[in-house]
C-alpha cells in the first residue's frame, strides 16, 4: 500500500470539505443496505462523478449514474481530486466515481474487498478528513494477515497493482481526534475508474 501521510495540508483539507459540503447539498448522504438482508450498514453515503456506487436489499452493489433517493445525476468530482489523482496516481484514464463515506461515533467497515469494478488494472485512491479512522489492510486472501494503520485527515493512500484486491476494512473511529468537522467523525473519499478505458 502506497501512504502518503498528510499529503492534503490543513488549508487544502479545509477547501476540500467545502467543496464536499456542496455535493452532500446536491446529492445527500444515503443510509446503504447490504444485498438480501436489507440491514443497513452504519456508514452513511453520497457520489460525485459520472458513476456512483450504490447498494440496497433488491439489487445488491452496483455502480450507477443516478443517486438512488433524488434520481438526479451526481455532482461532478471536485477539480482538488481530480488534480491530486494525476499527482499521486499513474494511470491512462482520469477517475469515474468518487465514493463518499461518512463514519460517525461507532460506525465501521467490516472486512471486505473491493470487486465491483470491471477495471482491476486501475489505482484506488483515498483521502481522508476529520476524526482519525483505524484502518485494516491484509492481502488477496480473508485469512492473510492484516496490518493497521491509523488513517488521519489528510492521510491519502492508493492502492494499486497486487494492492488492489487486498481485504481491507475499518476498524473504528477514534472521536475527538480532529478539529476538521464541527460535528465530528470522519468523511473518506475514494476515487476510481470503473469501466476500462478505450
Ligand atoms: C485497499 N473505504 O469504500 S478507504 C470502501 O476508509 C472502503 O472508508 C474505506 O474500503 C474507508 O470500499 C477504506 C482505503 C481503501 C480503498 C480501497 C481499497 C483501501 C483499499 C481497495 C483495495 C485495498
Ligand atoms: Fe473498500
Known sequence: MNYFPQRVERPAQIALL??????????????PAMPRSGNPMSVRMTNCGPL????DKESGYR??????KTGEPWPPIPNMLLD??????????????????????SAKMGLHQDKDEEDFD??????????????????????D??????????????????????????????????DLLPEGGRFNLTLRRVTKPE
Not at 52 to 55: E, L, S, Y
Not at 123 to 139: A, H, K, N, Q
Open 122 to 143: 486501475a489505482p484506488v485512491l483515498s483521502v481522508s478528513l476529520g476524526d482519525t479512522g483505524i484502518f485494516r489492510v491484509g492481502g488477496r486472501s480473508r485469512q
Open 52 to 55: 456512483g456506487w450504490v447498494t
Open 145 to 178: 494477515p492484516t496490518q493497521k494503520y491509523a488513517l488521519k485527515s489528510g492521510d491519502v493512500v492508493v492502492l494499486a497493482g497486487t494492492d488492489r484486491l487486498a481485504y481491507h476494512g475499518i476498524d473504528r473511529i477514534l472521536a475527538g481526534t480532529s
Open 84 to 105: 491530486l489523482w494525476h499527482e499521486v496516481v499513474n494511470y491512462k484514464a482520469p477517475p469515474e466515481a468518487c465514493l463518499v463515506n461518512y463514519y460517525a461515533g
Open 18 to 31: 467545502a467543496a464536499l459540503r456542496e455535493v452532500i447539498a446536491e446529492a445527500p448522504l444515503f443510509i
Open 63 to 68: 455502480y450507477q449514474a443516478t443517486h438512488p
